[in-house]
């Protein structure tokens, strides 16, 4: 199993540009999830899916888009980039919630952004 | 509204020492899981622990312990004998209620742990 996988590993965009970070897990599972990270602050949730066809804001969701169309892909969009986008974004799945409780996430390698 | 405090923004010892990193929640909510991750200087996040609520006992896995204390809303991680590979930032999490099925974590801000031979 490859895990969960994002593309690119870094992206340079200058502002006003668009672009899709890409996720991908072979685990089945049904929850998936975009954060961000900035220095000081922590991981953030953008949105979050918890099935194909399902999906829900997060903390921090102004000037991003999600889809779910299948289980194994939830493609983050950045629709009009600004330089407070610039971060480092990490996608993560988990199976759903079982008798005991929310299980571990499962983050992908994160993809580094520069947005100038 | 719930949050994850982690006081310490870096720590330093020497290899060999005894590290405690701090974690303080809040929530509202009587059924909560608490979170501790990894990352390291490569940059990926390395699960460590998952405790719920109704669950107060210690946990010891090899060199790791937690010290989870509902009285005072805090989920502590202490590193025994502290190695150099231990080095890294260290991140405690909160999960929210049944929005989301309870998958949606709240991270603290991290403490940066670095060890020196």
């Given at each position: 199993n490859?895990g969960?996988?994002?593309?690119?590993?870094?992206?340079?965009l200058?502002t006003g540009?668009?672009m899709?970070l890409?996720?991908a897990q072979?685990?089945?599972?049904?929850?998936?999830s975009?954060?961000r990270?900035d220095?000081?602050?922590?991981l953030?949730?953008i949105?979050?899916s918890?099935?194909a066809?399902?999906t829900d804001?997060g903390?921090v969701?102004?000037g991003y888009?999600?889809?779910?169309?299948?289980t194994?892909?939830?493609?983050l969009r950045?629709l009009s980039a600004?330089p407070?986008?610039?971060s480092?974004?990490?996608?993560?799945?988990?199976s759903?919630l079982g008798a005991?409780?929310p299980n571990?996430q499962?983050?992908g390698?994160?993809t580094?952004?520069?947005?100038? | 509204?719930?949050?994850?405090?982690?006081a310490?923004?870096?720590?330093s010892?020497?290899?060999?020492e005894?590290v405690?990193l701090d974690?303080?929640?809040?929530?509202?909510?009587?059924?909560y899981?608490?979170?501790?991750y990894?990352?390291?200087?490569?940059?990926?996040l390395?699960?460590?622990i998952r405790?719920n609520s109704?669950?107060?006992?210690?946990?010891?896995?090899?060199?790791y312990?937690?010290?989870f204390?509902k009285?005072?809303?805090?989920?502590?991680?202490?590193?025994?004998?502290?190695q150099v590979?231990?080095?890294?930032?260290y991140?405690?999490?909160?999960s929210?209620?049944i929005s989301?099925?309870?998958?949606?974590?709240?991270f603290?801000?991290?403490?940066r742990l670095?060890v020196?031979?």
């Amino acid at each position: 199993n490859a895990g969960v996988t994002q593309t690119p590993k870094f992206q340079v965009l200058k502002t006003g540009q668009s672009m899709t970070l890409q996720c991908a897990q072979d685990m089945n599972h049904e929850y998936m999830s975009w954060y961000r990270q900035d220095p000081g602050m922590g991981l953030r949730l953008i949105h979050y899916s918890v099935g194909a066809g399902i999906t829900d804001q997060g903390e921090v969701p102004n000037g991003y888009n999600v889809s779910r169309s299948t289980t194994e892909d939830f493609p983050l969009r950045l629709l009009s980039a600004a330089p407070s986008q610039t971060s480092v974004y990490f996608c993560a799945s988990s199976s759903t919630l079982g008798a005991g409780g929310p299980n571990e996430q499962f983050f992908g390698p994160g993809t580094r952004l520069t947005v100038l | 509204a719930q949050k994850v405090t982690q006081a310490q923004t870096e720590i330093s010892v020497v290899e060999k020492e005894d590290v405690t990193l701090d974690c303080v929640y809040e929530t509202r909510d009587t059924t909560y899981y608490l979170f501790w991750y990894k990352q390291p200087p490569s940059g990926e996040l390395v699960f460590l622990i998952r405790r719920n609520s109704f669950d107060e006992q210690n946990e010891i896995s090899g060199r790791y312990s937690w010290n989870f204390q509902k009285s005072t809303s805090s989920f502590n991680f202490t590193i025994t004998a502290s190695q150099v590979v231990d080095s890294a930032v260290y991140f405690c999490a909160l999960s929210e209620g049944i929005s989301g099925g309870y998958n949606k974590l709240i991270f603290g801000a991290g403490t940066r742990l670095a060890v020196h031979p």
